[in-house]
């Protein structure tokens, strides 16, 4: 009887013991925000093309999805950032989390100048011209501000990464002057493994590229191409020769990429009109504006359109050029300690096609 009646109580005691044990280790999970800071880079122009400048932030209204946002930095040209508020407080993130010991205080490192990445077609298409093409890139190269990085990169069936993003300018002009014409084109593989890696870089990022045909080699749809620099935030500048103005297929979709992005398309005649494209872009990078927020609560995971509306009478007339949207990364949680977790807009996977290919095994 007495075994009987102890059996139950030892089985209750073990539960409750075991229970006790489990029970602090259960506490309610933090909750960690993947914030996406977004980076506009935005040219302001009169009819005449000529740069609105002196513009100040309450002169912007940023919407997201029609959803005014509150810019959180802004600058002009190369010139350091303003903080234009407290950027510990995030929006859709208050009450969940703050920001964490390792955040940086300011983000003059984060627009100070601009990250050039240069991407010259060396394909069969520039037997002719080749020489008047490096003098073009040259220049455009010795004429950069000093607060601007650039990277050399050339392309054929594959991608040439002949100078790594670098201020040092002798080690650019080098490599530009080294490269040599090749195989066919492939512009759009390469087009996304440059944008890659851009999007690895943090600050204003821009993509320079001088193709004197249409692609022939590519499997990576320009679209493709398209939205991953839209969502992490790279301009694309496109300066073309009359061989791809020919082209009409090229031609509008350099048009597409290049708006759709807030860059610009160029197509030259001649050495003269390569020259002056390269110092239309030159301009074009010393007078954007740079306007950075954290996105409000969105339910939209997935595209979101971007706009951005002068305030004021007088400034309705101005055009506004800048990127038409991003993907945001998606949020992730975890059950350690609260914090938040800040990148830039580059949240899209590479196409598929494009690990098939030559030219994103080689050289990665």
């Known amino acids: 009887m007495v075994s009987k009646f102890c059996l139950p109580v030892l089985i209750c005691v073990s539960l409750f013991m075991a229970f006790a044990t489990v029970a602090p280790a259960q506490s309610s999970p933090d909750i960690h925000v993947t914030v996406n800071m ?36 802004f600058a002009e040209g190369n010139e350091p950032a303003r903080n234009l508020g407290d950027l510990a407080e995030v929006g859709p993130a208050e009450g969940l989390a703050r920001s964490s010991p390792e955040r940086p205080q300011t983000f003059n490192d984060l627009i100070s100048g601009a990250n050039v990445f240069v991407l010259f077609d060396t394909s069969d298409y520039m037997y002719r011209g080749f020489v008047f093409a490096q003098d073009a890139i040259s220049d455009f190269i010795r004429s950069l501000g000093s607060a601007d990085k650039i990277a050399f990169y050339s392309y054929s069936r594959d991608l ?32 996304l493994l440059t944008l890659k890696d851009a999007a690895q870089n943090m ?5 320079v590229v001088f193709s004197n045909g249409p692609d022939n080699s590519s499997v990576v749809p320009p679209e493709d191409v398209a939205e991953f620099a839209q969502s992490a935030g790279v301009s694309i500048y496109m300066i073309s020769t009359q061989e791809a103005r020919l082209e ?15 860059g610009k398309a160029y197509f030259a005649k001649n050495w003269k009109d390569e020259q002056q494209a390269f110092a239309s872009i030159r301009d074009d990078l010393a007078h954007l504006y740079s306007l950075t927020y954290y996105p409000k609560a ?46 830039l807009p580059g949240p899209v996977a590479a196409p598929s096609a494009a690990e098939q290919t030559p030219s994103t095994r080689n050289r990665r």
């Open 248 to 262: 009409p297929v090229s031609t509008a979709v350099f048009d597409r990429m290049t708006a759709a992005t807030g």
């Open 203 to 207: 600050g204003r990022k821009v993509v």
């Open 298 to 343: 969105n339910p939209n995971s997935g595209w979101r359109s971007v706009s951005i509306r002068l305030m004021g009478d007088q400034l309705k007339k101005y055009k506004v050029r800048t990127r038409s949207g991003y993907r945001p990364l998606p949020s992730r949680f975890s059950g350690n300690r609260a914090a938040i977790s800040e990148s």
């Open 38 to 73: 977004v980076q506009l880079n935005v040219a302001v122009t009169d009819k005449k093309g000529n740069y609105i400048t002196g513009l100040q932030p309450k002169d912007f209204a940023i919407y997201e999805d029609g959803i005014l946002e509150k810019p959180a930095t």
């Open 160 to 191: 040439s990464r002949a100078a790594p993003l670098t201020a040092d300018r002798s080690q650019v002009l080098q490599a530009v002057r080294s490269t040599v014409a090749g195989d066919q084109a492939a512009l759009y593989n390469c087009l």
